[in-house]
Nanobody, 125 residues
């Protein structure tokens, strides 16, 4: 059984930075595609970023809305995936969820098998 635990969410002013972490236990972490999604109140769950597993050469992919501002990175030695966020905007406010999938490298939430509980990011002045 794979478990994912996110941390790092908090309130930050516009233009600020945050780093989210997601610690995984169980499974073969290096083969997981690890992704971040987010969900704001009243909105659909939205793909943010993903780093694919070893079998997909650890490729990264970002939503257009965060490209150039967010960076995803996997630390296979620590079984942890990070989301470094810069130049945060109020529209980045959401619950950020970590997800894992085996043998899948896309952006469709339904294809991700394992999910964390989420961490709240609030961007406001």
């Amino acid at each position: 059984q794979v478990q994912l635990v996110e941390s790092g969410g908090e309130w930050v002013q516009p233009g600020g930075s945050l780093r989210l972490s997601c610690a995984a236990s169980g499974g073969t972490f290096s083969r997981f595609t690890m992704a971040w999604f987010r969900q704001a109140p009243g909105k659909e769950r939205e793909f943010v970023a993903r780093e694919a597993g070893q079998q997909f050469s650890y490729s990264t992919y970002y939503a257009d809305s965060v490209k150039g501002r967010f960076t995803i990175s996997k630390d296979n030695a620590r079984n942890t995936v990070y989301l470094q966020m810069y130049s945060l905007k109020p529209e980045d406010t959401a619950v950020y969820l970590c997800a894992a999938a085996e043998d899948y490298s896309g952006t469709t939430a339904a294809r991700y098998t394992y999910w964390g509980q989420g961490t709240q990011v609030t961007v406001s002045s």
